[in-house]
């Protein structure tokens, strides 16, 4: 078990980018966020099995994006970190 913080910077606020985030996640079992941040980027925070927050990376970083995510990733910059207990779902924020 890992978690991940996750900022991606391009064309992915108001573009449903969150939405499309938290359904890749839930489909990789990972919990955790997906959140606007007041910089333009999107912050997302995963938690799971290392290999599926890989594959959530890979997904985001995606160019062309194979799986139609809105918006367009200029950049994605990836944070380990230790798990937290208390996570739970995946939400949009």
């Given at each position: 078990?890992?978690r991940?913080?996750?900022?991606?910077?391009?064309?992915?606020?108001?573009?449903?980018?969150?939405?499309?985030?938290?359904?890749?996640?839930?489909?990789?079992?990972?919990?955790?966020?997906?959140?606007?941040?007041?910089?333009?980027?999107?912050?997302?925070?995963?938690?799971?099995?290392?290999?599926?927050?890989?594959?959530?990376?890979?997904?985001?970083?995606?160019?062309?994006?194979?799986?139609?995510?809105?918006?367009?990733?200029?950049?994605?910059?990836?944070?380990?970190?230790?798990?937290?207990?208390?996570?739970?779902?995946?939400?949009?924020?």
């Open positions: 078990m890992e991940a913080l996750i900022f991606v910077r391009g064309r992915v606020q108001g573009v449903g980018f969150r939405w499309w985030t938290r359904a890749r996640a839930l489909e990789l079992g990972l919990v955790g966020h997906a959140r606007n941040l007041s910089d333009g980027r999107v912050e997302v925070n995963a938690q799971g099995d290392p290999e599926a927050i890989s594959q959530l990376v890979g997904l985001l970083e995606e160019n062309p994006s194979t799986r139609s995510r809105p918006g367009r990733v200029d950049g994605v910059t990836v944070q380990k970190h230790e798990p937290k207990d208390d996570l739970s779902g995946f939400v949009e924020r």
